[in-house]
C-alpha cells in the first residue's frame, strides 16, 4: 500500500529524470569526435544515491550528471527511485532521486571523484571500473575494484580522530581529581546528616562545590582538546585544487598557508571544508587575472591566494586572501540592478554591494564553466556558515585584491550563554551576541505601518522583536518600558529583543531539536537548566533575519 500512495507527482520526478537521462546520453547513439586518446577508453559505473539535504546545500543532481557527461560518452543512464516515500511523507526540499551512469571515458578515478567534490557523506557516491570486453558477462563486468588506500582515506567525515598521548594523560589526571573532590562531598554529605549544618560544615560544603565546579570546567576543557583536529587536515587539500585549477585557467598562482595548527572543533572542520572549497575556486577563477592582465597592470605574473587561521577569544578566524582584481563594484551593482535587488540611481555604500554577492543565485559570471556553474553559489557559502553560529565578511581593494574572513566558534558542543525570561519560559542567548541590554523609554519606541516595531537608540534605529509574541509565550510583560530591551548583533547588523528579565551567565550543553521537531525561526537548539526544565536556545542569525525583513518593509 505505501508503494502506491506515491502518486502520479513522484512517477513525473522520475519521469522527469529519465528525460534528463535521454537528452544526456543521446550523443552516445550519434556519430561524436573521437576523444583525445581512443586506445586509453575504459568504462565506469558511477552510482550516486543523494544525501537529503543535497538541495538545502546548493547542489543539484542534474548538475552533477552534466559534469559527467563533459568527461566522456554516457553509454547508459538509469534513474533510482528506491528512496522515494510515501506522498504523505516526502517533503518537497529533500532530495530523493538518485542514479546509475555508465560512462565510457579517458579520464581517472581522481577526475571522476572530481565531479563529486562536494559531496562527502559515506556511501553517496560509488565509482565501479567496467571490463572493456563487449562480451564480457555483467556480473564480471561490474566486480569492483579495490579502492586505493588514499582515497579510502580521504573523506573527512570520519568516525574517529587521532589524540595525543599527552591529552589522554591530562583528562584521565582530572577524573582522579573529580573522583577525591566527589569522596569529599559525600563525606561532608553525611556529617552534615550526623551532626546538623553548622556554619563550619557549610563553608566546607561551599569551598568543596567550588572545587568540584572547577573540575567540572577543566574536564570540560579537556574533552574539548580532544576533538580539537589542526585546520591543516582541511587546507592541506587545496594545494593540488589551485594547481590544477590554474593549469586549466592558464593562471600562475602561488597557494600559501598560515597558522595551519590553529585547532578546531572536528564537527566544525568537517562543515566548514565545503564553503572554504568554494571561496577558494572562486578566488582562483574569479579574482586572480591571467599572466597577460596583470602584467598590464604592473603586477606579478604569479598571483598569490593565502589561507590563514587565527585564534581570537573565543573565536576562530579563517581567511581567504588573493591578490586579483577585488570586487568590481560596477559590475556588481549592473548585475543587481538587472537582478531588480537594486534601482537604477541607488548608490549603496561599498558594505551593502558587497552583501549582494550572498542573495540567493546572484553571480557575475557571464558564462557558465567547470568552476562557475557547479550548482553551489555564494549564498550557500553564508548559509553554511551561519548554520555553524559563524559570520562571514568581505574586505576588497579594486586592482588589489580581495579577503573573505570567517569568523567561527571554537566548538558547537558547549555555549557560554544568557539566560533570560519571558512569561514563564527561560530562552539562552549566546553571549558573544550580546552587545548590551536597556530599558526603553516610551518615547524611543516607533510603529512602522504594516511592518513592524523600531527601538531608537542613540540616534540608531534597531528592529524590535517582541519575543512573547514570536513564540507565543502567555503571561510576559506587555509594557517595554517595564521590560528590558536586549540587543543582539550578528554579521554587523542589530537588533532589539524584548524580554521580562535576565537571569544569569553560564555555560550550557547544546542539545539538536532536528532529530525529533520541525524547525523553528529563531531557535537554534535546547538545554537542560540546573532544576531539569528544558530551555530553548535562541537562533541570532534568525532573528537578524527577522529584524531585517521589518527593516526593508520599513
Not at 227 to 245: K, N, S, Y
Not at 388 to 407: C, E, H
Not at 436 to 445: F, I, T, W, Y
Request: glycine share 10%; net charge negative.
Amino acid at each position: 500500500a505505501g508503494d502506491d500512495s506515491e502518486g502520479p507527482g513522484l512517477g513525473a520526478l522520475v519521469d522527469a529524470l529519465a528525460d534528463h537521462a535521454q537528452a544526456v546520453a543521446q550523443p552516445a547513439s550519434a556519430p561524436a569526435e573521437a576523444p583525445p586518446s581512443p586506445g586509453a577508453e575504459r568504462e565506469w559505473e558511477v552510482h550516486f544515491s543523494p544525501a537529503r539535504d543535497l538541495l538545502q546545500r546548493g547542489l543539484d543532481p542534474l548538475r552533477l550528471l552534466d559534469a559527467l557527461a563533459a568527461l566522456g560518452r554516457v553509454v547508459e543512464l538509469r534513474g533510482e527511485a528506491s528512496g522515494l516515500p510515501a506522498l504523505e511523507a516526502l517533503d518537497p526540499e529533500a532530495a530523493y532521486l538518485g542514479f546509475t551512469c555508465r560512462l565510457r571515458t579517458a579520464v581517472g578515478r581522481g577526475e571522476l571523484a572530481g565531479c563529486f567534490e562536494f559531496v562527502h557523506e559515506p556511501g553517496t557516491v560509488r565509482l565501479v571500473p567496467v571490463a572493456a570486453g563487449p562480451g564480457e558477462a555483467p556480473a564480471a563486468r561490474r566486480r569492483p575494484e579495490p579502492r586505493p588506500a588514499a582515497e579510502r582515506a580521504a573523506p573527512v567525515a570520519e568516525g574517529s580522530i587521532r589524540v595525543a598521548t599527552e591529552k589522554v594523560d591530562r583528562l584521565v589526571d582530572l577524573v582522579g581529581e573529580l573522583v577525591i573532590t566527589q569522596s569529599m562531598l559525600a563525606q561532608l554529605a553525611r556529617e552534615l546528616a550526623a551532626d546538623g549544618a553548622t556554619p563550619d560544615r557549610l563553608a566546607e560544603l561551599v569551598e568543596a562545590v567550588a572545587q568540584m565546579d572547577r573540575h567540572a570546567r577543566d574536564l570540560e576543557e579537556r574533552v574539548m582538546a580532544i576533538r580539537m583536529v589542526p585546520i591543516r587536515t582541511v587546507f592541506g587539500r587545496f594545494a593540488r585544487v589551485v594547481r590544477d585549477l590554474a593549469r586549466a585557467e592558464g593562471k600562475r598562482v602561488r597557494f600559501e598557508t598560515r597558522g595551519d595548527e590553529t585547532e578546531l572543533d572536528k564537527t566544525v572542520i568537517e562543515r566548514i571544508a565545503d564553503p572554504l572549497m568554494h571561496l577558494v575556486r572562486n578566488a582562483v577563477d574569479h579574482g586572480i587575472e591571467p599572466p597577460e592582465e596583470r602584467r598590464a597592470r604592473g603586477k606579478p605574473e604569479t598571483g598569490t591566494l593565502t589561507l590563514a587561521a587565527y585564534q581570537q577569544g573565543g573565536h576562530i578566524y579563517i581567511e581567504v586572501q588573493d591578490d586579483g582584481r577585488g570586487l568590481d563594484r560596477e559590475r556588481i551593482l549592473r548585475k543587481a540592478v538587472a537582478a531588480g535587488l537594486l534601482a537604477p540611481g541607488d548608490a549603496p555604500s561599498d558594505e551593502a554591494v558587497h552583501a549582494l554577492i550572498w542573495e540567493p543565485g546572484f553571480s557575475t559570471a557571464d558564462r557558465v564553466t567547470e568552476v562557475s556553474g557547479r550548482g553551489v553559489g555564494m549564498d550557500v557559502v553564508k548559509r553554511n556558515v551561519d548554520a555553524l553560529g559563524g559570520a562571514i565578511s568581505i574586505a576588497s581593494t579594486p586592482g588589489r585584491g580581495a579577503t573573505f574572513r570567517i569568523k567561527l566558534p571554537l566548538t558547537l558542543a558547549i555555549l557560554d550563554g544568557q539566560a533570560l525570561r519571558v512569561g514563564e519560559q527561560v530562552y539562552i542567548l549566546p553571549l558573544a551576541s550580546i552587545t548590551e541590554s536597556v530599558r526603553p523609554a516610551r518615547e524611543s519606541l516607533r510603529t512602522v505601518f504594516g511592518a513592524g516595531e523600531a527601538f531608537v537608540m542613540r540616534g540608531e534605529v534597531l528592529p524590535f522583536l517582541r519575543l512573547h509574541r514570536l513564540f507565543g509565550v502567555p503571561g510576559a510583560e506587555q509594557d517595554p518600558t517595564r521590560g528590558l530591551a536586549v540587543i543582539v548583533e550578528h554579521d554587523g547588523r542589530r537588533v532589539a529583543l524584548l524580554v521580562d528579565e535576565l537571569l544569569g551567565q553560564q555555560q550550557f550543553v547544546i542539545k539538536s531539536l532536528d532529530a525529533n521537531f520541525q524547525r523553528v525561526d529563531g531557535v537554534a537548539g535546547a538545554t537542560i537548566l540546573g532544576d531539569g526544565r528544558v530551555a530553548l536556545i535562541l537562533d541570532v542569525p534568525g532573528l537578524v533575519a527577522l529584524g531585517r525583513a521589518v527593516g526593508r518593509a520599513a
